[in-house]
């Protein structure tokens, strides 16, 4: 079962929100509904589901009603209609204590200003959250101070806000969201107000964080490199509605229509896509069976200069080029092994682009794509710049 | 062609209002007159008859404390209170600080609460701005009319007019002190599941708590202005001084009493603001 589940969730702020959503039914788009009835929407019935130890992004530019939506998920922002399923509990409809009492312990939430109180120290504004839950002082000072020590924060306890770095006072925002030991994280915009250094380092921190904690994480962003670095699904929003929901590749290579295609043309591809999106089928020769004749031949068919070597097993043992394959028909050289090279240029799958480009830049043959020895496929140069285009043919299922 | 219409009687009205309103909660004014009446003129005369040698050394120690350790303040309280001695004035002004103190406390305990409750209410906020601006507004002597009508003259009916009249700086600011708080910081209390009062005493109130200090502090220069007034219905103090020498046309004996005032007025002014600090 889905930890959360958004089901047709709308929120409609101004006098007229009835008329407003019955417009909406009718598939009016925001500007027209606007001009018509004075409201203005906010969210226009978005769903979806979080899976337990998710960290799914919820992206768009602002004004797309990310940081609504994610208000919505806990009712800082009373939704207009739809439900917010938390456990299988529908929030949108439980009373204040019931409601007060999941916030507590269920949803937690990081601000993109920090927002910690400046008459607190570290430690207390720490123990905020557990503070108002009525516990002793000694267990939540210790609980504190254990999510302190998580984020590298435990000896500035007594310190102020005021008197840490933006990136730090992140950090006790993060500190002061686990010591609830939520279910579910609530990140809204969590790293945008830190300059991008510091945004990196905040970004591994989560991601580490997460592989031992396996929170589920609701992670608000305008930053698409962000969601694409952090996000194990990414929701794109646009003018209060969800465009398109998918895995960071498939939003990059599948986009569902042209505003998401024109929101992903700028991002820095290398970053996502990996050897495995690029690389073709390979030609081979198979040294147990062929000779340089054999080899020859194929090079000419397929017009290469170069072939890869494996045996009966598909395991790489290196290449021949044409020249040499040519060379060795003439001298009469019956056996691949006299002439194969082994200074093969070798990444394996899951090698992000990135890391391929100077590899290939170093390479006078294309790479292999090897994993367990075993040769799964070639790149050549022209498919990484096609990639990095953002054309050609990306195989999203290889 | 303005004369369509013959007088309203808005003054009957007020007027009758006014005895109505004596007549029947004089079981109220009654108490409050003579019980709070003897509270007061015992709080008075105790502080007049500690020594004055005592009080100031209080004043001074504690102005070098509240100041961060700095004697700027605790010289001018020593200087300055010995002069007001030195002029025979001394009773007075003991009067007078305890009107000031009582009033101030007056207010703020009623001002904050409904300060707070215009911060969380626009309908509060709205029924009350206008109130607040007439209240301060209106001259202040007209406030000494039914205060007498109430309570007769003497101290009470001085802090009574005092407290309308000094009463709206501490509502405003408690209001915009508390509006003031970042939405974000409101948002995290609430996020992390803070009841109202929670919300209220953890986050908006220490949040807010310079703002309202600034009122507070506004509060208490108003009551001191306020009670100077009240001299003209029987309040004792400083402004007895002023106005007898205001009747008399004694220039010397008024600027004496009105340097006496000035002189408290600066060491409350200095006390409030270092509070805030």
């Given at each position: 079962m889905p930890i959360i589940k958004v089901d047709g969730l709308s929120k409609v702020f101004g006098k007229n929100w009835k008329e407003a959503l019955r417009l909406l039914g009718t598939g009016k788009t925001k500007e027209e509904i606007l001009k018509e009835t004075g409201a203005t929407v906010g969210v226009n019935r978005a769903s979806f589901e979080v899976e337990q130890g998710e960290v799914f992004v919820i992206m768009g530019l602002s004004g797309s009603g990310k940081s609504t939506l994610v208000r919505l998920l806990n009712r800082l922002i009373e939704p207009t209609e739809g439900s917010v399923f938390v456990d299988g509990e529908d929030l949108a409809k439980v009373d204040k204590n019931k409601l007060r009492q999941v916030r507590r312990q269920k949803l937690s939430m990081v601000f993109q200003k920090f927002?910690?109180?400046?008459?607190?120290?570290i430690l207390e504004n720490t123990e905020f959250g557990l503070e108002i839950q009525g516990i002793d002082k000694e267990t939540r000072s210790k609980k504190a101070q254990e999510s302190l020590e998580l984020v590298g924060l435990g000896s500035y306890i007594h310190q102020y806000p005021g008197q840490l770095s933006g990136g730090m006072q992140q950090r006790v925002g993060l500190a002061r969201a686990l010591a609830n030991d939520p279910e579910v994280l609530l990140m809204d915009e969590a790293f945008s107000a830190l300059d991008p250094l510091i945004r990196k380092d905040m970004q591994d921190e989560l991601l580490d964080l997460q592989e031992s904690m396996k929170k589920t994480i609701i992670f608000i962003t305008h930053d698409l490199d962000e969601a694409l670095r952090i996000g194990d699904r990414i929701a794109l929003m646009k003018d209060g509605s969800i465009v398109q929901i998918g895995t960071p590749e498939e939003i990059l290579v599948n986009p569902a229509n042209e505003y998401v295609e024109k929101f992903v043309e700028d991002v820095d591809r290398s970053k996502v896509l990996t050897a495995e999106h690029i690389m073709k089928r390979p030609e081979t020769v198979n040294m147990e069976k062929h000779g340089p004749r054999v080899a020859l031949e194929r090079m000419k068919e397929e017009g290469l200069s170069s072939i890869y070597v494996t045996d009966g097993k598909r395991n790489l043992k290196g290449y021949i080029t044409a020249e040499d394959a040519s060379d060795a028909r003439k001298n009469d050289i019956r056996d691949i092994k006299e002439i194969l090279k082994t200074d093969v240029p070798t990444v394996s799958k899951d090698t992000p682009m990135h890391d391929i480009f100077e590899v290939i830049h170093n390479s006078p043959v294309p790479i292999a794509v090897v994993e367990d020895g075993k040769l799964y496929g070639i790149i050549v140069r022209g498919a990484v710049l096609a990639a990095l285009a953002g054309e050609g043919e990306v195989n999203i299922n290889a | 062609m303005l004369d369509f219409a013959p007088k309203i009687p808005i003054a009957e009205f007020i007027s009758d209002l006014t005895d109505t309103i004596t007549d029947m909660f004089a079981f109220l004014f009654d108490p409050i007159k003579n019980q709070f009446g003897d509270f007061m003129e015992w709080g008075a005369d105790l502080l007049a008859s500690i020594p004055a040698v005592i009080v100031i050394l209080v004043v001074a120690v504690l102005a070098f404390f509240i100041s961060g350790k700095r004697f700027g303040l605790s010289i001018f309280s020593i200087i300055g209170l010995w002069l007001v001695y030195n002029q025979g004035m001394w009773e007075d002004l003991m009067f007078t600080f305890t009107l000031v103190l009582a009033s101030s406390l007056l207010s703020v305990i009623i001002g904050v609460p409904i300060g707070i409750l215009m911060s969380k209410s626009k309908t509060a906020e709205t029924i009350l701005t206008p109130i607040l601006d007439f209240m301060q507004t209106m001259p202040a002597f007209v406030y000494l009319i039914p205060a007498v009508a109430f309570?007769?003259?003497?101290m009470v009916p001085g802090i009574f007019a005092s407290l309308i009249f000094a009463t709206p700086p501490t509502v405003r600011f408690t209001n915009l002190g508390i509006r003031q708080v970042s939405r974000e910081l409101v948002e995290a209390s609430e996020a992390f599941g803070s009841t109202g009062s929670q919300k209220l005493f953890k986050v908006e109130l220490p949040m807010a708590k310079k703002t309202i200090m600034a009122g507070i502090n506004q509060t208490v220069m108003l009551s001191l202005s306020m009670v100077v007034i009240a001299s003209m219905i029987g309040a004792p103090g400083l402004g007895r001084q002023v106005l007898s020498a205001l009747q008399r046309a004694q220039v010397g004996t008024g600027f004496v009493a009105g340097i006496g005032i000035v002189i408290l007025a600066i060491i409350i002014d200095r006390f409030t603001q270092n509070l805030n600090k």
């Open positions: 927002a910690l109180f400046p008459h607190r120290t | 309570f007769s003259i003497g």
